[in-house]
């Protein structure tokens, strides 16, 4: 069985940055792709980011320059840097990825359990 545990949100000025991490443990298992989604209150979850197993990367419109998806392959983590963070970035932040487990070759999504970030001053 694999778990996401997923670390950094927090409550930060506009303007300010956040670093947001999700690592994946387990055993026997392999990450294909991996991504960031998110949540505001009363509003769908929305793509914030992905990253393809050949390192190719994708950015909701909203967030293109101001973060970037990242992968620590060592420690099996994904990373999140968010910078210039606007109020309407205020949202929980779940992490996703989709993992070949070892045990029975199936691959799945997992979710890491969200993070809340809040930009407000």
């Known amino acids: 069985q694999v778990q996401l545990v997923e670390t950094g949100g927090d409550l930060v000025q506009p303007g300010g940055s956040l670093r947001l991490s999700c690592a994946a443990s387990?055993?026997?298992?392999?990450?294909?792709?991996m991504g960031w989604f998110r949540q505001a209150p009363g509003k769908e979850r929305e793509l914030v980011a992905t990253?393809?197993?050949?390192?190719?990367?994708n950015y909701a419109d909203s967030v293109k320059g101001r973060f970037t998806i990242s992968r620590d392959a060592a420690h099996n983590t994904n990373i999140l840097q968010m910078n210039s963070l606007k109020p309407e970035d205020t949202a929980v932040y779940y992490c996703?990825?989709?993992?070949?487990?070892?045990?029975?070759?199936?691959?799945?999504?997992?979710w890491g359990q969200g993070t809340q970030v809040t930009v407000s001053s």
């Open positions: 996703k990825m989709t993992i070949r487990n070892y045990s029975d070759y199936v691959v799945r999504d997992y």
């Open positions: 387990g055993s026997r298992f392999s990450i294909n792709a």
């Open positions: 990253m393809a197993s050949d390192g190719s990367t």
